[in-house]
């Protein structure tokens, strides 16, 4: 990494160099369309050049190489945060005054005022994100929640937001104002509330003047859209950009292990959904046949809601999935909030790479990838050492032995997992190889669904049953204990 002094003197020696130049300053051949320029408060700005943007990046990969750091903070949230501190030190310098002091002074005000934003963004800034989201059949299922992810009917969602307090405003030069006291019931007024629900009710409301909360009004509106529960992520004090990939990447793994009630979890995934990733919408399609008829067709894709399933065994099936929930709750705990004290990093991380690639694998329209991402769910809960520990962790999580016949055909679960592992797998990761050559073959085109439904099928079991076995067992952090 370069030396931070030297790098802030090339941004201090830089920004004198074009001090007196004509403005608006522009480098030649920039491709940026617009002026470059800097925020220095009060709605004031300072032009600079591309490479002093370009240095300024430099200050702040260097400044954020740090794991403590890259934990709460994507580079961009950094580099925002780097960039803005900039502004106001560089307005103040006098370029007759000496460089090396000059450099000094400004790295010392970036420092303190980084050093100050990250602190109270750490212990402050604390969020609560609002997805729209489709779930089952009814609409007014209780409340219920996967660690740091909510599920709630969407009125109830609203009246929980317009009667749970506020204390900041944003006032008119788009600063936020914080109190010491409550000064509003909640975060959604009372107004808006009343609006926003008859919008929920299909009814039409009067235009309204155009202010801060007009335009909130309008946000929760196309967020919440017409679906009927809102999810929720609680994120502790992360940049935004880092907290609204966490929050979303929460969603979509609780969403998710709420799949795993049903035999086929990608079918129930396709009628459970974020409104922020899909909406229910129809494919249509046209196609010609060799004697000149023509033929329409179509493909309903992400539906309304999962499976239909009757209300009192869904919600006992929600009742029984307690455990499972626990489990999936305190790994989405630990992957928003991996710094904190966390009883059992490892399984955690092992548990959410082998959540994520289910969830990939059931929302993926390829088969054969599909395979791919179901083959290493089951790899990352059998510590990566691919066919054998795969059978072994059937072996210890379903109790089926390898030699066990499993299939209709009567294919044993070893024969099963080569053609899911072998043949599917790492075929498509590799190519086809034979003696460590590549062979061509025809088989990318082949038919991947039968072999998409049995990696699918494992998948879902030895996952259910993971998460099962690290509820029933608290104190453990070692996933190997998954093959015992």
């Known amino acids: 990494m370069r030396n931070l002094q030297n790098i802030v003197a090339e941004i201090v020696s830089e920004l004198v160099r074009i001090h007196d130049l004509p403005r608006p300053y522009m480098d030649e051949g920039d491709e940026f369309p617009v002026v470059r320029e800097l925020p220095v408060g009060n709605g004031r700005v300072i032009a600079i050049s591309r490479k002093i943007e370009q240095l300024i990046a430099d200050v702040s990969r260097t400044m954020h190489d740090r794991p403590s750091l890259k934990q709460n903070f994507t580079a961009k949230d950094y580099r925002d945060l780097v960039r803005r501190s900039f502004g106001p030190s560089l307005a103040k310098i006098d370029p007759a005054a000496n460089p090396v002091q000059l450099a000094n002074s400004v790295l010392a005000d970036v420092e303190e005022e980084v050093s100050r934003a990250v602190d109270w963004i750490l212990n402050n800034g604390a969020q609560e994100y609002a997805f ?3 779930l089952f059949t009814y609409k007014d299922i209780a409340a219920f929640s996967i660690g740091p992810v909510g599920f709630e009917p969407r009125e109830t969602w609203l009246n929980r937001k317009s009667s749970d307090g506020r204390s900041a405003r944003i006032v008119t030069d788009g600063r936020i104002e914080r109190f010491d006291r409550q000064i509003a019931n909640g975060a959604i007024s009372e107004v808006s509330r009343r609006r926003i629900l008859r919008v929920w009710q299909g009814q039409k409301i009067r235009p309204r003047k155009q202010h ?30 880092s907290g609204q990939d966490k929050a979303l990447l929460a969603a979509r793994i609780s969403l998710t292990t709420i799949s795993l009630l049903w035999e086929k979890s990608s079918d129930a995934l396709n009628g459970i959904n974020l409104i922020f990733d899909k909406e229910m919408r129809i494919g249509h399609n046209i196609y010609f046949t060799s004697d000149g008829l023509i033929f329409g067709g179509g493909e309903k894709t992400n539906l309304p809601h999962a499976p239909y399933v009757e209300r009192k065994t869904l919600e006992t099936c929600l009742r029984d999935a307690g455990l499972i929930f626990q489990a999936a709750g305190n790994v989405l705990d630990w992957f928003v909030n991996p710094m904190s004290a966390h009883g059992r990093p490892i399984l955690s991380n092992v548990l959410m790479q082998a959540m994520l690639w289910f969830h990939e694998g059931c929302r993926e329209i390829v088969d054969i990838k599909a395979v791919v991402s179901f083959a290493a769910c089951m790899d990352v809960l059998a510590g990566g050492g691919g066919r054998n520990s795969i059978c072994k962790l059937i072996k210890c999580r379903l109790g089926v032995d390898s030699d066990a016949e499993i299939h209709r055909d009567g294919f044993t679960a070893k024969e099963v997992i080569d053609q899911i592992y072998d043949k599917g797998r790492t075929r498509f990761v590799h190519g086809p190889m034979k003696n460590g050559a590549n062979v061509w073959d025809g088989k990318l085109g082949h038919d991947w669904s039968e072999t998409r439904s049995l990696a699918e099928h494992l998948a879902r079991l030895c996952l259910v049953n993971s998460l099962g076995w690290a509820a029933e067992n608290p104190n453990t952090d070692d996933p190997g204990l998954l093959l015992k």
């Not at 929720?232 to 992360?238: A, D, S």
């Open 132 to 134: 729209g989201c489709t």
């Open 212 to 241: 801060s909360e007009s335009y909130y009004e309008k946000d929760i509106i196309r967020a919440i859209g017409d679906c009927p529960y809102v999810c929720t992520v609680k994120i502790p004090g992360l940049g935004s950009k």
